[in-house]
């Protein structure tokens, strides 16, 4: 599997909550076992405790996205850290679902996972990809959108880094925000200009008196 798709699970799991607007998907082990996606094996294993638990899991990730997104490095990486050591993955090569044109497997790195519950399984795999994502491409490439009030995480993965928010639909929204109120401004400007003019006027009126 590649480096994207491991990290999607902690950005999943992050934005299954949206603290402005108070509102939380993540209330069900339907909703648990739906943030595994393909990996429905591993979702079977969820139980009403692990919404609880992953619940947890997901504030300990949105703490390294805010960190991140405040330029704090330092923090960021021990927060990854923790969840590293925490709950822990083994690569194996392997070689499942993809076969060449000869029918021959195609080789690729797997993280396998020792779970006690199906929250350690998917906090292992999201922690590692959200690792890998950080260690190739850097801190800063890990967001939150700045679209008011949307907080939702986000893997910046543009080339000259200059991604700000977590889909096209929030950046149509700032996009639409920030046209009106530079309109907003530029009204203000003209009527201020105006009144400007006219009490300049009305002064020279009364000055020929």
């Known amino acids: 599997m590649e480096l994207a798709y491991y990290s999607d699970y902690a950005v999943r799991l992050v934005n299954s909550e949206d603290p402005a607007r108070g509102k939380?998907?993540?209330?069900?082990?339907?909703?648990?076992?739906d943030l595994f996606g393909v990996s429905q094996e591993a979702?079977?294993?969820?139980?009403?405790?692990?919404?609880?638990?992953?619940?947890?899991?997901?504030?300990?990730?949105?703490a390294v996205f805010?960190?991140?997104?405040?330029?704090?490095?330092?923090?960021?990486?021990?927060?990854?850290?923790?969840?590293?050591?925490?709950?822990?993955?083994?690569p194996q090569i392997s070689g499942h679902d993809f076969r060449d044109d000869d029918g021959r497997p195609l080789w690729h790195m797997h993280l396998a996972d020792h779970p006690s519950n199906a929250t350690a399984g998917?906090?292992?795999?999201?922690?590692?990809?959200l690792a890998f994502h950080l260690t190739e491409y850097g801190v800063d490439r890990l967001g939150l959108c700045e679209a008011t009030p949307c907080r939702n995480a986000y893997l910046d993965t543009s080339t000259n880094r200059s991604r700000r928010y977590c889909s096209d639909r929030c950046a149509t929204r700032a996009n639409v925000a920030?046209?009106?109120a530079r309109k907003r401004l530029e009204a203000d400007r003209s009527a201020k200009t105006g009144r400007t003019a006219d009490t300049a006027q009305r002064a020279s009126a009364n000055g020929e008196r």
């Open 24 to 33: 939380d998907s993540l209330t069900s082990v339907e909703a648990v076992r």
């Open 43 to 62: 979702g079977r294993r969820a139980t009403d405790a692990d919404v609880t638990r992953f619940r947890s899991v997901r504030a300990r990730l949105r």
């Open 66 to 90: 805010e960190a991140a997104d405040k330029g704090d490095e330092a923090l960021a990486v021990n927060l990854l850290n923790s969840l590293l050591l925490e709950f822990p993955v083994s």
């Open 122 to 129: 998917y906090a292992a795999i999201a922690a590692m990809g």
């Open 178 to 180: 920030a046209y009106r």
